[in-house]
């Protein structure tokens, strides 16, 4: 078995409550989290620009240098373009007891801009699969979108598989979109309020897993500063690797 320390946030463009947008700020906070509780695997959302080009907007050199965490979209065919740090404002980082062994870009349906970041790391004895994205807020898009991730899985290595990021599903059980019917396999995680910030009400950042892969523990961070950061809390989650094999539908 091998453990993985996830996290995610939806760091809002580094706007904070008050309207203000402060980059150094959200890595301040950031640093503050990652130094209290260590993460193999970090995927920020809403981390780029909002229009196109989707221009960097965090300090990705400071983040490295304090943490040891690696951007995954060093090769820019792994971001929307030259001048952006992730895709569509998606970013991953990695600690180096992961090691990148490629990845994907996969855009996905609707009228706003959404895409799914794919990538394969190898741990100490297991590869597994990352499926880092910030879906639609419409429930009926989310199941497109995940259909269309889950033919792209079906194509591909079976793997244990994470799905991360903004995940925008207030269900706590998880939602229709991340069942074995529409992806092919089922995604199952615990549900943590994380959104709205200043009182959290609905589950809508996750971390979940797919085949031999469990997640066994989730939290959401208590530093009463966080929520004046963002209009999302961040989420830390550990998840198992090896957990038996994978099903899927015919």
């Known amino acids: 078995m091998s453990t993985v320390e996830c996290m995610t946030w939806n760091v809002h463009r580094c706007r904070g409550r008050d309207g203000i947008v402060a980059p150094d700020r959200t890595v301040d906070a950031l640093l503050d989290i990652v130094r209290e509780t260590p993460a193999d695997l970090v995927v920020l959302t809403e981390a780029d620009g909002e229009l196109p080009p989707y ?60 895409g799914a970041t794919i990538l394969t790391f190898r741990c100490p004895s297991h590869v597994f699969r990352v499926v880092a994205t910030h879906l639609s807020l419409w429930q009926a898009l989310r199941a497109v979108q995940m259909r269309a991730i889950g033919q792209y899985l079906a194509r591909h290595e079976v793997l244990p598989t994470l799905l991360i990021g903004d995940l925008n599903e207030w269900r706590p059980w998880g939602g229709f979109a991340f069942s074995e019917v529409v ?66 539908s015919g």
């Open 55 to 114: 221009g960097a907007i965090i300090d990705l050199d400071r983040v490295a240098t304090a943490t040891g965490l690696a951007t995954a979209h060093a090769d820019v065919s792994l971001r929307w373009g030259e001048g952006s740090h992730g895709f569509l404002g998606t970013v991953v980082l990695h600690g180096s007891k992961l090691e990148l062994m490629g990845g994907h870009l996969l855009d996905l349906p609707g009228r706003y801009p959404r």
């Open 183 to 248: 992806v092919g396999q089922s995604f199952v995680g615990p549900a943590r309020r994380s959104f709205p910030a200043a009182m959290p009400l609905l589950p809508l950042d996750r971390i979940m897993a797919a085949g031999p892969a469990k997640v066994v523990a989730a939290s959401i961070p208590s530093a009463p500063a966080l929520r004046r950061m963002s209009d999302h809390l961040p989420l830390q989650a550990t998840v198992l690797l090896g957990q038996g094999p994978r099903s899927r």
